[in-house]
């Protein structure tokens, strides 16, 4: 299982981004999605996942109500859209997925994701 993402880079406050992430895997409807991200010397934060079937999502308190997760099983692909970002959103994001026979289940331990992308960088500056 290979995971792509894209679509970080330097915006200002207020700014949105949609982040993106492509993910090679013979059933990609097998797999729970979620987004972390980390700053520089912190460790990894969870930020939103969403299940195997995109039925059920679930958010951290600090972006509830500014982003939000979506996929497309049929491309194979799940997204991040960013909104109101702040310079406290500077990070490293990053996409794991997590095997999951199970619907409606999320985790948010990064230790419980079996693959994970590389990160893409964002950075909010004014």
């Known amino acids: 299982v290979q995971l792509q993402a894209s679509g970080g880079g330097l915006v200002q406050p207020g700014d949105s981004l949609r982040l993106s992430c492509a993910v090679s895997a013979r059933s990609f409807s097998s797999y729970a999605m979620s987004w972390f991200r980390q700053a520089p010397g912190k460790e990894h934060e969870f930020l939103a996942g969403?299940?195997?079937?995109?039925?059920?999502?679930y958010y951290a308190k600090t972006v509830r109500g500014r982003f939000h997760i979506s996929r497309d099983n049929a491309k194979g692909a799940v997204y991040l859209q960013v909104n109101s970002l702040k310079p406290e959103d500077t990070a490293d994001y990053f996409c794991?997925?997590?095997?999951?026979?199970?619907?409606?289940?999320?985790?948010?331990?990064?230790?419980?994701?079996?693959?994970w992308g590389q990160g893409t960088q964002v950075t909010v500056s004014s």
């Open positions: 794991a997925a997590r095997t999951e026979t199970s619907s409606q289940v999320i985790f948010i331990v990064p230790r419980q994701y079996e693959h």
């Open positions: 969403i299940d195997r079937r995109g039925e059920t999502t």
